[in-house]
């Protein structure tokens, strides 16, 4: 059921630093909760790709479903391990979309009006989900549903829920929180919280 379970290099330590344990898995929105149909999501991938991609629910549900268990990292400092998701792979539809090679980083745009942006190689990652399930139930509309983004190995403000679409740039364009001070990566192993004074500017 499960096609893949993504384990941090760090085996000793599931939590990374900084981080504390919850059994829960809190709900942090800023800004409106958007009330979609699963008939009215459409996901578009657009920017630097051959191929742009405008797809409907019934057109994702026929694509390749996963499943993947994963960690899950806030960082306000909340950590959820093993959450169970299904959905489709990120690289299914790059693969589809045909990225350029000067595509670089992703700006993802969510319904509500949530952005967030990072590098190309954080979001084309094998482990990397458009989940529509979550513990084996449709995804609960304040977690994200019906669609959200799943990127485990960084933390979870880049995993944006009721995902509209992702524009593939040659040039960076900063995301909601990345613009107000938080990391353009966020790796949560390197506490990647925080951009340093300026740099974002
Ligand atoms: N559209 C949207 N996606 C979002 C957010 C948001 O405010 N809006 N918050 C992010 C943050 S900070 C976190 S920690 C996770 C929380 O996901 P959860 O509410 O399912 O726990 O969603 C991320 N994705
Ligand atoms: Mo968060």
């Given at each position: 059921?499960?096609?893949s379970?993504?384990?941090?290099?760090?085996?000793?330590?599931?939590?990374?630093p900084?981080?504390?344990?919850?059994?829960?898995?809190?709900?942090?929105?800023?800004?409106?909760?958007?009330?979609?149909?699963?008939?009215e999501?459409?996901?578009?991938?657009?920017?630097?790709?051959e191929?742009?991609?405008?797809?409907?629910w019934?057109?994702?549900?026929a694509?390749p479903?996963?499943?993947?268990?994963?960690?899950f990292?806030?960082v306000?400092?909340w950590?959820?391990?093993?959450?169970?998701w299904?959905?489709?792979?990120?690289?299914?539809?790059?693969?589809?979309?045909?990225p350029?090679?000067?595509?670089?980083?992703?700006?993802?745009?969510?319904?509500?009006g949530y952005?967030?942006?990072?590098?190309?190689?954080?979001f084309?990652?094998?482990?990397?989900?458009?989940?529509h399930?979550?513990?084996?139930?449709?995804?609960?509309?304040?977690?994200?549903?019906?669609?959200?983004?799943?990127?485990p190995?960084?933390?979870?403000?880049?995993?944006?829920?009721w995902?509209?679409?992702?524009?593939?740039l040659e040039?960076?364009?900063?995301?909601?929180?990345?613009?107000?001070g938080?990391?353009?990566?966020?790796?949560?192993?390197?506490?990647?919280?925080?951009?340093?004074?300026?740099?974002?500017?």
């Open positions: 059921m499960f096609g379970f993504y384990k941090p290099k760090h085996p000793a330590h599931r939590v990374p900084g981080q504390v344990l919850t059994d829960k898995f809190p709900v942090l929105t800023y800004g409106p909760t958007p009330s979609l149909r699963p008939e999501v459409r996901l578009e991938v657009g920017g630097q790709v191929n742009p991609l405008s797809l409907g019934d057109e994702l549900m694509l479903q996963t499943g993947l268990k994963a960690d990292h806030c306000t400092r950590s959820r391990l093993d959450v169970e299904q959905g489709v792979r990120v690289l299914e539809l790059l693969q589809q979309a045909r350029r090679p000067e595509a670089r980083y992703v700006l993802v745009y969510c319904y509500g952005t967030t942006s990072l590098p190309l190689e954080d084309a990652r094998e482990e990397n989900l458009l989940a399930t979550l513990f084996g139930q449709p995804l609960p509309r304040e977690h994200g549903g019906p669609l959200r983004l799943v990127v190995h960084l933390y979870a403000w880049k995993s944006a829920k995902v509209r679409g992702f524009q593939l040039r960076e364009e900063l995301g909601f929180w990345e613009r107000n938080y990391h353009r990566r966020g790796d949560p192993w390197r506490e990647e919280r925080f951009s340093s004074p300026g740099e974002n500017l």
